[in-house]
């Protein structure tokens, strides 16, 4: 059973930067493909950010340029860097690998 688990959410101004985490015990990150999906209230889960094995990244285009997804083997560690966040960044970041997905961690960017 792997099961993420997602930490680094808060609350935090327009403008400002968080830098999420993923971790997963039961297999190695950094030898699959991880991705990072939100959902704001009301709403579906959106695609955010995804890595493979190579570290090839691909994001969405809402988040490009602002959110960067990266990864830690020592650690087994996925992060995801976003810088410039908006009010409509605002949701529940989950962690997602092999259809797995954590409990999720709360960002919140007010205007």
């Known amino acids: 059973q792997v099961q993420p688990v997602e930490s680094g959410g808060g609350l935090v101004q327009a403008g400002g930067s968080l830098r999420l985490s993923c971790t997963a015990s039961?297999?190695?990150?950094?030898?699959?493909?991880v991705d990072w999906y939100r959902q704001a209230p009301g709403t579906q889960r959106e695609f955010v950010a995804t890595?493979?094995?190579?570290?090839?990244?691909n994001y969405a285009d809402s988040v490009k340029g602002r959110f960067t997804i990266s990864r830690d083997t020592a650690k087994n560690t996925v992060f995801l860097q976003m810088n410039n966040l908006k009010p409509e960044d605002t949701g529940v970041y989950y962690c997602?690998?092999?259809?797995?997905w954590g409990q999720g961690t709360q960002v919140t960017v007010s205007a």
């Open positions: 997602s690998v092999w259809n797995a």
């Open positions: 890595i493979n094995g190579r570290g090839i990244a």
């Open positions: 039961g297999i190695i990150l950094g030898l699959n493909i």
